[in-house]
């Protein structure tokens, strides 16, 4: 027998296995790398985030992904090379984090590699008459490379069971949330604030018959970081929403961003910035005529977007908001100003960090993946009373050898 199969199989018995999750998300801002220990499979899956770290990805690196990020046309050759490019570079930023935790490779069980996203084309979004109604979504980084450079058996590759089982690939946070997050005693909606929004509905698993399910709801820091990067290139973001706290609300260019039809579709649904692009904030300002609206002004009415496309998803789902515990995680929780608003629209609703439950914001959505991998090798298929369910158990395996 291959012996990697063979340490796969020993490794699926075991009580509890060392998976590094590892995220980069649509922001581009780098490789976000969790250390776990998951203890059992299943409901009742304990987890302990031994270390974390994002890895910033130089400006060298964002080039690179630009060039095909989001763009409907692209040199398939830079395309080609990108992939495996893409994959030993983010085998290189493990080890080094490994190296710097002072934990060697085999000691590691398994990698679960989200990979890079870079074109999200749900059936709803995409303009191909060849494939009306067909769901896709590419993400770049070959499971190989990682397997072959760290000596890890790798995971990647998650999103296309998803599609595969009838999904759009997204979102995934479903199940992880489920198993991790869910409670007894208290309904729950875990938002994540990253380039896009998204939330997962957790009822009470003890009394609640609504199903759980998961739906992006439109831009978190996309178009914030956009509109930085085209009028103050040498800011990252708007640190803490400091600059958006200055501006106003232009209730006409709001107005024009919240009439795309997106808002308005049925849940679950997803995106990405194929949609929530520079064209078409770009559009909306000339209907609205706020092309020559100030920075401040601009930041305040986008982040005023975000928090209405969330509150308004939330609507779509419950009617009236409920009294619910809104746990927040990604970057967006860092700005106080798109918190504020939100909790504005959200007055019923206790908006706290997902810190209270023992994950930290940023390490959420790779947590995720060490879960899904975790549940990959050694789960068995669950049935989840969930609207739009994944298939839970996902990823493509690479081996070492
Ligand atoms: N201190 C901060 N103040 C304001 N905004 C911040 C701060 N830190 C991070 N952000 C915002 O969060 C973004 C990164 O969020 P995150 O890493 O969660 O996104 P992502 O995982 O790349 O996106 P997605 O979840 O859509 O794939 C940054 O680009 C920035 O806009
Ligand atoms: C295609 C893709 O990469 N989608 C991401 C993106 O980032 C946030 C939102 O859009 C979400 O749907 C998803 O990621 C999370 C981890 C998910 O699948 O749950």
């Known amino acids: 027998m291959n012996p990697h199969v063979a340490r796969l199989y020993h490794l699926a018995q075991q009580p509890s ?49 630009r060039q095909v990020f989001a763009r409907p046309q692209v040199s398939l050759e830079y395309l080609t090379l990108l992939h495996p490019w893409l994959g030993r570079l983010h085998a290189d930023m493990v080890l080094d984090c490994l190296h710097a935790w002072q934990v060697p490779p085999a000691a590691v069980d398994l990698l679960a590699s989200h990979g890079q996203t870079v074109f999200h084309a749900p059936h709803h979004q995409h303009q191909q008459p060849d494939f009306q109604g067909q769901n896709a979504t590419l993400q770049l980084g070959d499971g190989d490379q990682l397997a072959i ?3 890890i058996i790798t995971l990647s590759d998650f999103r296309q069971k998803h599609v595969a089982a009838g999904g759009e690939g997204a979102p995934l946070a479903t199940y992880g949330d489920y198993l991790l997050l869910s409670s007894l005693t208290e309904a729950r909606v875990l938002l994540n604030l990253g380039g896009i929004a998204n939330f997962t509905f957790l009822p009470c698993l003890q009394n609640d018959v609504l199903p759980i399910f998961s739906t992006d709801t439109g831009p978190a820091n996309t178009l914030l970081d956009s509109a930085i990067r085209s009028h103050r290139p ?30 308005a579709a049925p849940l679950p649904k997803t995106t990405g910035p194929e949609l929530f692009s520079a064209a078409y904030l770009l559009q909306a300002q000339e209907l609205s005529g706020t092309l020559a609206l100030g920075l401040e002004d601009l ?17 779509q789902a419950f009617g009236p908001v409920p009294a619910l515990a809104v746990y927040v995680s990604g970057g967006g929780a860092h700005n106080a100003t798109l918190l504020a608003a939100l909790q504005r629209k959200l007055s019923f609703c206790r908006l706290v960090s997902t810190d209270l439950l023992g994950v930290p914001p940023d390490a959420k959505e790779a947590v ?16 989840l009373h969930a609207a739009g369910a994944p298939a839970v158990l996902c990823g493509k395996i690479s081996l070492p050898a």
Do not use: K, W
């Not at 879960?371 to 068995?380: F, H, M, P, R």
């Open 17 to 65: 296995r060392r998976i590094a999750g590892l995220m980069s998300g649509t922001s581009l801002d780098g490789l976000d790398v969790a250390l776990c220990r998951l203890h059992g499979h299943g409901p009742g899956t304990r987890l302990e985030l031994e270390e974390f770290a994002t890895v910033p990805y130089s400006d060298e690196v964002r080039h690179r992904i």
């Open 149 to 151: 450079r760290t000596g």
């Open 234 to 263: 040498e800011l990252v973001y708007d640190e803490g929403g400091q600059l958006a706290a200055t501006g106003q609300v232009h209730a006409g260019l709001l107005t024009a961003l919240l009439d795309h039809p997106f808002f």
């Open 299 to 315: 930041l305040a009415t986008l982040t005023e977007l975000s928090a209405t496309s969330v509150s308004r998803a939330l609507q």
């Open 368 to 383: 995720l993946f060490a879960l899904l991998a975790n549940e990959s090798v050694a789960g068995t298929p669950t049935q």
